[in-house]
T-cell receptor
């Protein structure tokens, strides 16, 4: 069964600190992996997208890594800001159909002053 | 350039009623996908429409149906509403089989009482 699992479920950090979120997946065949940021009650917004051949991608203070061999990804947030408080969702696209996206449950991040 | 727009933003319905949610894709996109997101969970794939036809479907009952119009906009219909149908319904658009441009709307919050 195609699954995406994220950890931790929730995280609290102080403003200015760094943090790393984890994602493990069992999706096959694999097309790409993306990280989304979702504010409460809003639609997800794409942060990074990585294909099989890419092992790192950055978007400002967000850096995602991908290990396709172990089927693991991480999202590192540097110098966190209050506006980083949101859910971060790992999403894997399978290439077996019409690029159906398979979502993790997300990590809820709270940045405190 | 308008992104994905969904209407209404919020909706309250009674058990047993029927509801229709609407989505206008991002300009230039021709594929619309619908997702259901329960509170604290990741989005779950309902179905995808392309060229006015449903071409892929997730594990949702037949109470969930949809339609795509010639202008690529789409509707999601849910019949015989259950309390468990309360969720954020997300629409995402893309172009053909290219999922790199996948863009989400802000969602419709449906509450069934």
């Amino acid at each position: 069964k195609n699954q995406v699992e994220q950890s931790p479920q929730s995280l609290i950090i102080l403003e200015g600190k760094n943090c790393t979120l984890q994602c493990n997946y069992t999706v096959s065949p694999f097309s790409n992996l993306r990280w989304y940021k979702q504010d409460t009650g809003r639609g997800p917004v794409s942060l990074t997208i990585m294909t099989f051949s890419e092992n790192t991608k950055s978007n400002g203070r967000y850096t995602a890594t991908l290990d396709a061999d172990t089927k693991q990804s991480s999202l590192h947030i540097t110098a966190s800001q209050l506006s980083d408080s949101a859910s971060y969702i790992c999403v894997v696209s399978d290439s077996g159909g019409y690029n159906k996206l398979i979502f993790g449950a997300g990590t809820r991040l709270a940045v405190h002053p | 350039d308008a992104g994905v727009t969904q209407s209404p933003t919020h909706l309250i319905k009674t058990r047993g009623q029927q509801v229709t949610l609407r989505c206008s894709p991002k300009s230039g996109h021709d594929t619309v996908s619908w997702y259901q997101q329960a509170l604290g969970q990741g989005p779950q794939f309902i179905f995808q429409y392309y060229e006015e036809e449903e071409r892929q479907r997730g594990n949702f009952p037949d109470r969930f149906s949809g339609h795509q119009f010639p202008n690529y906009s789409s509707e999601l219909n849910v019949n015989a509403l259950l309390l468990g149908d309360s969720a954020l319904y997300l629409c995402a658009s893309s172009l053909g089989r290219d999922d790199f441009g996948y863009t989400f709307g802000s969602g419709t919050r449906l509450t069934v009482v």
